[in-house]
């Protein structure tokens, strides 16, 4: 399967733990997207990457959230003390221009 | 004022309708405009992809830009239940980074 791929699919875990997300984009890509989404909303941008350089990332939610790109392939979004307003579906998407193409999503519940 | 406004729906139509969608947007910056469609608990899949204005074809599928009118459609021939999901509209400006903004979604249910 040469689409987005993410990891793991689903995470339960209980308010104050970290969590960390791995998204593997298209291998031809190089600019690699975070997204969350709520029910019944749209994806919300959080953050994006051209290779491993992150060029936007104002739009993390708080504090507690960052990514990496380390080598420009796979990236990394974790959550630090998560809260139960981080219970979300947690997106990743890659591409070379302005289609992109999303990943199935990490669903996180947050007890 | 969101900077796109779609209707959430539901949209319920019978096997074999055609199906409009539409979005709104206020920025007049949006030069590319994507279709997604997104089945339950999946992640977002491309449906079509229009750059400025005009209409785009593929196969039951038609995408239209009214960038006058701030107005885009997506319409659905011949719908089939496999077609209902929710269906996200997206657009974004020229520049470097090409971060969409999305509207929140139409569900469509097509029933049998």
């Known amino acids: 399967d040469t689409g987005v791929s993410q990891d793991p699919r689903h995470k339960i875990t209980k308010r104050g733990q970290n969590v960390t997300f791995r998204c593997d984009p298209i291998?031809?890509?190089?600019?690699l997207y975070w997204y969350r989404q709520t029910l019944g909303q749209g994806p919300e941008f959080l953050t994006y990457?051209?290779?491993?350089?992150?060029?936007?990332k104002s739009r993390l939610l708080s504090d507690r959230f960052s990514a990496e790109r380390p080598k420009g392939s796979f990236s990394t979004l974790e959550i630090q003390r998560t809260e139960q307003g981080d219970s979300a579906m947690y997106l990743c998407?890659?591409?070379?221009?302005?289609?992109?193409?999303f990943g199935p999503g990490t669903r996180l519940t947050v007890l | 004022q969101k900077e796109v406004e779609q209707d959430p729906g539901p949209l319920s139509v019978p096997e074999g309708a055609i199906v409009s969608l539409n979005c709104t947007y206020s920025?007049?910056?949006?030069?590319?405009f994507m279709w997604y469609r997104q089945y339950s608990r999946k992640g977002p899949e491309l449906l079509m992809y229009?750059?400025?204005?005009g209409n785009k074809e593929d196969g039951r599928f038609t995408a239209q830009v009214d960038k006058s009118s701030k107005y885009i459609s997506l319409f659905i021939r011949d719908s089939q239940p496999s077609d209902s999901a929710t269906y996200l509209c997206?657009?974004?400006?020229?520049?470097?980074?090409?971060?969409?903004?999305f509207g929140r979604g139409t569900s469509l249910i097509v029933h049998p």
């Open positions: 990457f051209q290779n491993e350089a992150q060029l936007e």
């Open positions: 920025n007049s910056a949006f030069q590319y």
């Open positions: 998407a890659s591409s070379l221009d302005h289609t992109q193409y």
């Open positions: 291998s031809e890509h190089n600019r």
């Open positions: 997206a657009m974004s400006s020229s520049g470097g980074s090409y971060i969409p903004t």
């Open positions: 229009t750059y400025s204005s």
